[in-house]
């Protein structure tokens, strides 16, 4: 069986993976020249910096990936529990480190914020745990729910369990249960932003995030990208074949399934099956084709996740301590995120900035070093002094701590428009749809499309965006289409069985 996989993004390189280890023929197309998407690399001076995923959690969605293809994680990337998961800075002596034992996130709480605080941070923690465990089989490893299935899997018998999970309340108010410092309510509802999204809109279900974060944040030894080359590698050693700077210019549909891929030179690659993992705003928009544009549903404007303007410097970093993770929080975050949602860039931004070159062991040193700096922004397109205002705003943030860089090599300012480029139909949107409201979560698509024999995979997918979910869809989606080829094949089997004796064929 031949398979052509659009995209070496995290959820395209699972599915290779897998399908490859299965014995499948696969193809990846990447119009980029190197795996990864998202998890890329940019030129600073004479080195390279991390662009994308900094922050690697639940390792054991890459644990139980690599070791189904007979390999352990371990031996193919270098991984590094983190004792300090962030750093949080406010005002000028106000900083907060939450760490990988919960007691000294507890005690550094009711230090910062006093004992209410901490007691608040104890019941957050234990109702966050319970959301992710309700969650994690029927939701995150599994395909796609509906709304009932989900309520039923999850054992959620009424209304009262369904309260238990939090998706009619934003995270936002649902914090102010546990919290009365305004600081701890920014710090727990900054979470919303890893799945795209304002803390204000998104449902309380996302505290699940921050569960997901305390239960461990790991160094990748060479960043994130190299994790993605880690899973490319085993991919090709699994007999997967990559054609890089390739890009794929339509699906090719033909009696209501698919047939193949085009690719821009006009050369058609043969394909039984295709799992797409462009953004699925490519798909509905018709980059890939009129036909194929069926299998995904337009997102709205209004309905696209966060963007982001990233800024990789190598700098000398002085006058605050950097932690691997730091978040120099804005003054007001309510009207932080009320300029994004009206699409514009922040005056004050949250600023998040990961300092490469330290680990928990390593101090500090006066060394030039690679950092990469991110601001949220809305996904539509900015002038360049647009941009430029927005680095200035975002280094007056961090100075307000402290923090000054001073840059020994040119800095790489990437913003929407540029993510735009690299992510065709995105509009710059890094995490597909919005996590905002209930319903949400439920609007992305599965693995499964009503094209038979094209598959999705990636961010934009069920069960959503970073990259171990990401990296999940990948699995889901090989999962699916090794099934409805095992049961094509148990069809064809009968409907041989049933002829062969005489009867009836019906297949
Ligand atoms: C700045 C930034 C910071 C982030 N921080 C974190 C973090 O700390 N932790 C975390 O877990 N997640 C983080 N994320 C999110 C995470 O990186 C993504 O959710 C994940 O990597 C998306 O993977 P994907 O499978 O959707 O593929 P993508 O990374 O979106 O890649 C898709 C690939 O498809 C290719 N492609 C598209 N169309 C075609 C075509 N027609 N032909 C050929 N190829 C095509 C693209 O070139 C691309 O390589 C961050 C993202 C960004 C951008």
Not at 92 to 98: H, M
Not at 283 to 302: I, K, Q, Y
Request: glycine share 12%; proline share 6%; aromatic share 8%.
């Amino acid at each position: 069986m031949k398979v052509v996989v659009i995209g070496a993004g995290i959820g395209g390189l699972v599915a290779a993976l897998r399908l490859a280890h299965a014995g499948l023929e696969v193809t990846v197309l990447e119009r980029g020249q190197r795996p990864g998407g998202k998890m890329r690399r940019v030129p600073v001076g004479e080195t390279a910096i991390d662009a994308g995923p900094t922050v690697f959690t639940m390792r054991w969605v890459f644990e139980e990936i690599f070791a189904e293809c007979g390999a352990d994680l371990g031996a193919h990337v270098g991984l590094e529990p983190a004792a300090i998961l962030a750093r949080h800075a406010w005002r000028p002596g106000e900083q907060l480190d939450l760490h990988a034992d919960p007691d000294a996130s507890e005690a550094a709480i009711a230090e910062f914020a006093g004992p209410r605080a901490r007691d608040g941070y104890r019941r957050f923690r234990a109702r966050a745990a319970e959301v992710y465990a309700t969650l994690e089989g029927p939701f995150i490893r599994g395909e796609r729910p509906s709304p009932i299935d989900l309520t039923r899997q999850a054992g959620l018998s009424g209304l009262g369990d369904l309260w238990r999970i939090q998706p009619f309340t934003t995270l936002w108010r649902a914090l102010g249960d546990y919290f009365t410092d305004p600081r701890l309510r920014q710090l727990f509802g900054r979470y919303a932003t890893y799945c795209g999204s304002s803390p204000f809109a998104a449902p309380a279900t996302l505290m699940l995030v921050a569960h997901v974060e305390s239960q461990g944040v790991w160094h990748v030894a060479g960043g994130l990208s190299r994790l993605a080359g880690a899973v490319a590698a085993l991919a090709g050693a699994r007999g997967a074949a990559f054609r890089y700077g390739t890009a794929a210019r339509g699906i090719a549909v033909q009696g209501g399934r698919v047939v193949g891929v085009d690719l821009d030179d006009g050369e058609r690659l043969p394909a039984d099956a295709v799992i797409c993992n462009a953004d699925v705003a490519a798909l509905a928009d018709g980059l890939l084709g009129r036909d194929a544009a069926r299998a995904a549903e337009t997102v709205p404007a209004s309905e696209r996740s966060l963007s982001a303007v990233t800024f990789c410097a190598q700098a000398r970093a002085a006058g605050f301590p950097l932690a691997r993770h730091t978040v120099f929080f804005s003054g007001d975050y309510a009207a932080e995120f009320a300029r994004i949602r009206a699409g514009h860039l922040p005056d004050d931004p949250t600023v998040y900035v990961c300092a490469q070159d330290r680990s928990d062991a390593s101090a500090p040193s006066d060394r030039p070093e690679r950092l990469l700096c991110l601001v949220n922004a809305p996904a539509r397109t900015f002038s360049p002094s647009e941009i430029e205002t927005c680095v200035t705003t975002m280094r007056r943030r961090l100075s307000a701590s402290g923090l000054t860089l001073s840059e020994t090599a040119d800095p790489v300012t990437t913003g929407p428009a540029e993510f735009a480029h690299l992510f065709p139909g995105s509009a710059g949107a890094l995490y597909g749809r919005a996590s905002h409201g209930w319903m949400a979560s439920f609007k992305r698509p599965g693995a499964r499309t009503r094209i038979p024999g094209l598959y999705l995979a990636g961010g934009s997918v069920h069960p959503g965006p970073g990259v171990p979910m990401a990296a999940q869809s990948g699995r889901i989606a090989a999962d699916s289409l090794l099934r409805d080829r095992s049961g094509a094949r148990a069809s064809i089997r009968g409907w041989i069985a049933t002829a062969t004796s005489g009867g009836t064929s019906m297949p």
